[in-house]
């Protein structure tokens, strides 16, 4: 899974090497005026909430190792 996990990051991050200011600020929802730049946004803050739930969790779980 870790494998996986970091062969999607180099595949994301060689994505978004290549993504102009012209696509970002792109609007991908008309009605709400969401750009590229704040789905990508959202996307960072909602995977880092989730990290923040696991660590709680390994941490209940009685993991007291840092995994980041």
């Known amino acids: 899974l870790l494998e996986r996990l970091a062969a999607l990051k180099e595949k994301f991050v ?5 993504v102009s200011s012209e ?3 792109e609007v991908l929802n008309p009605e709400r ?6 789905y990508l946004d959202f996307q960072m803050f909602h995977e880092a909430l989730h990290l923040g739930e696991l660590t709680l969790l390994r941490q ?5 190792d840092q995994v980041i």
């Open 14 to 18: 060689a994505a978004l090497e290549d």
């Open 23 to 25: 696509q970002l600020a």
């Open 33 to 38: 005026g969401t750009t590229l730049d704040d």
């Open 60 to 64: 209940l779980a009685g993991k007291d």
